[in-house]
């Protein structure tokens, strides 16, 4: 609900501040006071277009600041915090300001946001129903949805076989458009993995066979060198028996040091260790040479051999080129593209049963959403008689509501059904869209009748209402009162009236006043307390705020009202 607005530079208003109740809130005030400026405000507030002419003169911005308390764990809260805005103490601050010049800008938890995004969430918050105001029952999908939730239990089971039916029947149709109109390229990509595929298997990869085959290469184009490296190695460590004379090497030296340890050893143990650890470097020595031996016997430059290595990983390189950057990427697409391959050659039979199934699942929606329609029907008659039967109360004792639930033909998430309200203002006229078949006062009227009908079945927080008064008085406007304290009982409600009748069922009354300097005319707000309603009733009534007969009158509509609340 709406807590509190701050009201700064918009038409005849300087500033004011609307603390609002729950419940049922008037507003009241003399002609030209700017009441439908609170209104104009609340537009404002939640998305409403911005007139620069709505800007009082001489300042150079309208600005609104609403505080609005809202539901912790619901929906809203969830895309202000998507919107990167936070709540207030458990309330949602939204600022809206229009500029002389007509720019606006809007903030939502403290952060800048586009100007739709009020107007989303106005959706779940309030329901504005004025002469320049857009009604949120005028919207088809609004009518449709709001019939679906007055018709209640009745639809719940039907809508979720329909909704399941229909999801599949999304899913299947799709799937048979895809294989079927992309016929051709389905059968292109066949043989395209078919190609792909035969090479592989011809080449038959082995997972690391290019790291094998490239260590190899690599030592067979290098074999006389590493022979030769080897060879080396060998007789610096223990000589060439082959020469004609003796040359030094590391295990001749590593003797001689060692038999020079061995001669005095006994003197010392430290040095007796460092003997021992010389014999450990021989033996090391001795044994890394005999191997140097084996690996030059095995190094053998083989021509033909690193030939066909070479061949072997060009054939490897150019799968890899088209398949993958490694072998083991070319498997993986060997893989990935055999089970696709599958699928692709499977598709007649795939179409088969995709025909068969969106055939079946086509007249199921049918019969699914025909009783989806027949449910509708029922609900449509029963709120059309409630609706019409409010008018009755409500000074329009000849107007009759239809509401039309039509086949639209195409399948939707909701069904086949295009609701529609219509109303028939007079005996014999033909019934009419809202905005079509309903003056300015006729349609806040039927709003009203509508949202009263629909109180639960369509729940929005705060209801807004401008000039739901006009051209009614009397009876006519006392029911109006009481209808409106009706809908208060589960709802914030907010009336701007001319009609003492109506006024005096509010919870909370609040007078928008003006002052004249001579110059400038500035309007504030202000709360009554018991007295303030008698006076200002009494105004209402007799034009005189202490005139006996009109405080008496007063007096008398409020003991009425308040029997009856």
């Known amino acids: 609900m709406v807590d509190e607005v701050r009201i700064q530079g918009l038409g005849v208003i300087d500033e004011a501040v609307l603390d609002l109740s729950p419940g049922f809130n008037v507003v009241?005030?003399?002609?030209?006071?700017?009441?439908?400026?609170?209104?104009t405000s609340l537009g404002l507030l939640f998305g409403g277009r911005a007139d620069p002419q709505r800007v009082r003169p001489g300042a150079d911005r309208a600005t609104i600041e609403g505080r609005i308390v809202v539901d912790p764990g619901g929906r809203v809260v969830e895309r202000v915090e998507e919107a990167g805005g936070e709540l207030d103490d458990g309330a949602l601050i939204v600022t809206r300001s229009v500029s002389a010049e007509g720019r606006s800008r809007a903030f939502l938890g403290g952060r800048s946001v586009p100007v739709s995004l009020l107007i989303n969430l106005a959706d779940d918050l309030v329901a504005v129903h004025g002469q320049s105001d857009q009604q949120r029952l005028l919207q088809t999908a609004r009518q449709r949805a709001a019939l679906d939730r007055y018709a209640g239990g009745s639809l719940t089971k039907p809508m979720r076989a329909y909704t399941k039916t229909y999801q599949?029947?999304?899913?299947?149709?799709?799937?048979?458009?895809?294989?079927?109109?992309?016929?051709?390229?389905?059968?292109?990509e066949a043989e395209m993995l078919r190609f792909g595929l035969e090479e592989i298997e011809k080449a038959d990869p082995r997972e690391g066979e290019d790291v094998e085959l490239a260590a190899e290469e690599e030592r067979l184009g290098h074999a006389d060198a590493l022979r030769g490296a080897a060879d080396t190695a060998h007789e610096a460590l223990l000589g060439d028996p082959a020469a004609a004379f003796e040359a030094a090497n590391v295990t001749g030296l590593l003797g001689q040091a060692r038999n020079a340890l061995d001669a005095v050893r006994e003197h010392d143990p430290e040095l007796?260790?460092?003997?021992?650890?010389?014999?450990?470097?021989?033996?090391?020595?001795?044994?890394?040479?005999?191997?140097?031996?084996?690996?030059?016997e095995s190094v053998d430059a083989d021509p033909a051999r690193l030939a066909v290595v070479q061949e072997r990983r060009a054939e490897l390189t150019a799968l890899t080129r088209k398949y993958g950057e490694?072998?083991?990427?070319?498997?993986?697409?060997?893989?990935?593209?055999?089970?696709?391959?599958?699928?692709?050659?499977?598709?007649?039979?795939?179409?088969?049963?995709?025909?068969?199934?969106?055939?079946?699942?086509?007249e199921r929606l049918a019969a699914e959403a025909a009783e989806l329609t027949a449910v509708r029907t029922r609900a449509a008659e029963r709120f059309s008689a409630a609706v019409t039967d409010e008018l009755t109360a409500l000074a329009m004792p000849h107007a009759r509501v239809e509401v039309t639930v039509t086949a639209a033909g195409d399948y939707g998430p909701h069904g086949v059904d295009e609701v529609e309200v219509r109303l028939a203002?007079?005996?014999?006229?033909?019934?009419?869209p809202l905005h079509k078949g309903a003056s300015g006062g006729e349609l806040s009227r039927v709003m009203l009748a509508i949202e009263v009908v629909f109180a639960g079945a369509d729940p929005v927080p705060t209801f807004v209402f401008d000039e739901v008064d006009a051209g009614v008085g009397g009876k006519a406007a006392v029911e109006i009162g009481r209808r409106l304290a009706r809908l208060a009982r589960n709802a914030q409600v907010i009336v701007v009236t001319h009609l003492p009748q109506v006024a005096a069922f509010a919870d909370q009354h609040l007078l928008v006043e003006k002052s004249d300097d001579g110059t400038v005319t500035s309007s504030g707000v202000t709360a009554l307390d018991r007295e303030g309603r008698v006076r200002e009733l009494s105004r209402m009534l007799a034009g005189l705020e202490d005139s006996e007969l009109g405080r008496a009158h007063a007096e008398e509509l409020l003991a009425m009202a308040a029997d009856e609340r």
């Open 28 to 39: 009241t005030g003399e002609t030209g006071a700017g009441k439908t400026m609170v209104v």
């Open 168 to 188: 599949r029947h999304r899913k299947v149709a799709a799937l048979l458009e895809e294989i079927t109109t992309r016929a051709r390229e389905r059968a292109q």
């Open 272 to 296: 007796a260790a460092l003997a021992d650890r010389l014999a450990e470097a021989g033996y090391l020595i001795s044994d890394v040479g005999t191997d140097l031996a084996a690996y030059a």
């Open 326 to 362: 490694s072998l083991a990427e070319v498997l993986e697409w060997s893989r990935r593209s055999a089970a696709r391959l599958t699928e692709l050659e499977g598709d007649d039979d795939r179409i088969e049963e995709l025909t068969a199934e969106h055939a079946e699942l086509t």
């Open 425 to 432: 203002p007079h005996p014999g006229s033909r019934p009419l």
